[in-house]
């Protein structure tokens, strides 16, 4: 059973920064596509990071790219997202999220597996 445990979130001002962390256990694969995610009640979900275990480009969409970044311990199956120079529209549950059964085509954001999200809240 693949688990992913997320902390880290909590209230900054605008301009301030905070970084996620997401725990993963439970996957026999080393290839899966994995990505945090954000969801504002009445919004559509969107992906603010995202890449694929197998290569070394991260995607991410402008609305952060420049300001969040993703990074990876492997040894401690963490997955961290750093979010820098936050704005009160960042303001969201972030989670992660992880498919093993993708094949590499990260592209949709319908990953199987996610965490129970943190909250983020960036005040003006």
């Known amino acids: 059973q693949v688990e992913l445990v997320e902390s880290g979130g909590g209230s900054v001002p605008a301009g301030g920064s905070l970084r996620l962390s997401c725990q993963a256990s439970?996957?026999?694969?080393?290839?899966?596509?994995m990505g945090w995610f954000r969801q504002v009640p009445g919004k559509e979900r969107e992906a603010v990071g995202k890449?694929?275990?197998?290569?070394?480009?991260?995607y991410y969409p402008d609305s952060v790219k420049g300001r969040f970044t993703i990074s990876r311990d492997v040894a401690k199956n963490t997955v961290y997202l750093q979010m820098n120079s936050l704005k009160p529209e960042d303001t969201a549950v972030y989670y992660c999220?992880?498919?093993?059964?993708?094949?590499?085509?990260?592209?949709?954001?319908?990953?199987?597996?996610r965490g129970q999200g943190t909250q983020v809240t960036v005040s003006s």
């Open positions: 890449f694929y275990s197998g290569a070394d480009s991260t």
């Open positions: 439970g996957l026999t694969t080393e290839l899966y596509c």
């Open positions: 999220a992880v498919d093993p059964f993708l094949h590499g085509d990260c592209r949709t954001d319908d990953y199987k597996y």
